[in-house]
């Protein structure tokens, strides 16, 4: 973290900035990360604020999702506009403000207004609103296409063929940190068969997250799933819950055979466990798939917005960034493109808006 950019941007205090209301009142709260980053093979140079990350990679590696600043309810709106105001009235001092994993969506009015640049990158975020759920007692089945519950009979039928399918919570935090590493096992195991990156391959993430359950699964804000059927382990889902709202964050699963479903079904257990103890939602989170397609009843945009100050350097970037996408939009697509492009009936891909 640049601690002289943080020092001189929030007054003396590089981890903390607070909206100020009438009569001197704190309405508005949020940490702020500090960084110089190059892009664009060191041509462009940006001194950039992080709302509640640090802005260093291995860090932020955790991912963050609703990220938001902390306000009173109603306020919200208000609270954001004042950190645009604020980030504009910074001048020369700071060219970029990241807000990263956020549904709540910048003004344009408050943004564009100011002469400021915004760009703004769409994931979908899925959930589950498990009030639905009442008539079949928490199973999926009211909200799922024909298609997907003959899929998760099918895996259902499939598991129980090695026993009775049963859905263990651990119960301290002992028992939560020994399921989190069983969890790493099949995490590690299931991206590196595939040839991909895992989550744990940043050395701060698993530290992070054994310090976050101890600190917080007495209370209940980290939850740790096993599913089995009979002596097999399926899956171990990590969950996080705040009010009547459960979040799966992370998981891993038995998937070594392709032709099992091991994910739908240790997902399904665990949404009737949440629909059974008062939960409301069952947030699947961000990124698309196909069993978060499937389950959810709801997507809405998570959405990664960069706000600009008027800098020509980013202003090039932006052209540049829109000349080659018009160059690769008029470039003939090959046969194996043309078969491997989305149907219209497809969900639209993440979007990147430039203002």
Not at 101 to 109: D, I
Request: aromatic content about 8%; some cysteine.
């Amino acid at each position: 973290m640049d601690r002289n950019l943080a020092c001189r941007c929030a007054g003396g205090a590089p981890a903390k900035s607070a909206a100020r209301g009438g009569a001197g009142r704190d309405v508005g709260l949020a940490l702020l990360g500090a960084g110089t980053t190059r892009r664009r093979h060191g041509l462009v140079r940006s001194r950039a604020l992080y709302l509640n990350e640090t802005g260093d990679p291995r860090f932020d590696a955790i991912t963050i999702e609703h990220n938001g600043i902390l306000a009173p309810c109603g306020q919200e709106q208000a609270v954001f506009d004042s950190t645009i105001a604020w980030f504009a009235e910074l001048g020369d001092i700071v060219d970029e403000l990241y807000i990263s994993g956020s549904a709540h969506r910048l003004s344009e009015k408050t943004v564009e207004g100011r002469g400021l640049g915004r760009t703004e990158t769409a994931l979908p975020s899925y959930s589950v609103d498990l009030g639905l759920l009442s008539s079949s007692g928490g199973e999926l089945y009211p909200v799922l296409s024909a298609n997907a519950r003959q899929q998760l009979r099918r895996a259902l039928r499939h598991f129980e063929s090695y026993g009775p399918l049963q859905l263990s919570v651990a119960a301290t935090t002992a028992e939560a940190l020994g399921f989190f590493a069983e969890l790493k096992a099949l995490h590690r195991a299931s991206w590196e068969r595939r040839g991909k990156t895992h989550s744990f391959a940043r050395q701060f993430f698993e530290p992070f997250h054994r310090l976050l359950i101890e600190r917080c699964f007495a209370e209940g804000g980290t939850q740790l799933l096993r599913a089995s059927a009979g002596s097999r382990v399926i899956g171990y889902l990590y969950n996080f819950r705040l009010g009547d709202r459960i979040y799966a964050y992370q998981s891993g699963f038995d998937d070594a055979d392709r032709q099992e479903r091991p994910g739908i079904v240790t997902h399904a257990l665990a949404i009737r466990h949440a629909f059974w103890s008062g939960a409301r939602v069952y947030d699947l989170m961000a990124g698309r798939n196909r069993l978060k397609e499937s389950f959810s009843t709801c997507c809405e945009p998570m959405l990664w917005q960069v706000v600009q100050q008027p800098r020509l350097a980013v202003r090039l970037e932006h052209l540049t960034r829109r000349f080659k996408r018009s160059i690769i939009a008029r470039k003939p697509l090959s046969a194996v493109q043309r078969r491997d492009r989305p149907s219209r009936r497809s969900r639209p891909p993440a979007a990147e808006l430039v203002t």
